[in-house]
T-cell receptor, first 114, second 114 residues
């Protein structure tokens, strides 16, 4: 069975500093990988996704993520954080068969300090 | 207009009451999902439907039932609500024709069971 681990429950970053949120997955083959963001009181919005090809994926709002098969990781990065990035971030994994569902990590809450 | 809508957005009910949460989508997607979100636990899948005649249990289906009335509508019912069903509930959709499991989420329903 597939699983996702987000090791950091909370992360605090200063505005303007760089950000990296960690995601590790467990899956036997090449997975589909996603990052979603949930702003306070909102639903989940897709930031970016990896299906195949280039392992560095660009998303919305200046985010990017890199798929590293050898480390079973899909870490999310942003070079300069804005106060509006404060939210909860979820990593998710799905299967290439197309018949599966997604498995979500427990989330990382990002706090942005002035 | 939102592509995935959920009604009601907030609901307070009492233990033992029957309650229905509704989800509608205008995205034309064939697949629909119900999740619950609890602090620190991320999103957990309750039920999913890959088409109108296909209903499947997810990770935590006990105490819940669903109905797929049409391709665009997917309802979640709590037959006899209990306090530990207090949570934020999300509906999501995806399109199998795109060959991947990118899911699009509604705004959520906050349910409180007293």
């Amino acid at each position: 069975a597939q699983s996702v681990t987000q090791p950091d429950i909370h992360i605090t970053v200063s505005e303007g500093a760089s950000l990296e949120l960690r995601c590790n997955y467990s899956y036997g083959a090449t997975p589909y990988l996603f990052w979603y963001v949930q702003s306070p009181g909102q639903g989940l919005q897709l930031l970016l996704k990896y299906f195949s090809g280039d392992t560095l994926v660009q998303g919305i709002k200046g985010f990017e993520a890199e798929f590293k098969r050898s480390q079973s990781s899909f870490n999310l990065r942003k070079p300069s954080v804005h106060w509006s990035d404060a939210a909860e971030y979820f990593c998710a994994v799905g299967e290439h068969s197309g018949y599966s569902t997604l498995t979500f990590g427990k989330g990382t809450m990002l706090l942005v300090s002035p | 207009d939102a592509d995935v809508t959920q009604t009601p957005r907030n609901r307070i009910t009492k233990t033992g009451k029957r309650i229905m949460l509704e989800c509608s989508q205008t995205k034309g997607h064939d697949r629909m999902y119900w999740y619950r979100q609890d602090p620190g636990l991320g999103l957990r899948l309750i039920y999913y439907s890959f088409d109108v005649k296909d209903i499947n249990k997810g990770e935590i289906s006990d105490g819940y039932s669903v109905s797929r009335q049409a391709q665009a509508k997917f309802s979640l019912s709590l037959e006899s609500a209990i306090p530990n069903q207090t949570a934020l509930y999300f509906c999501a959709t995806s399109d199998s024709r795109r060959g991947a499991d990118t899911q699009y989420f509604g705004p959520g329903t906050r349910l409180t069971v007293l």
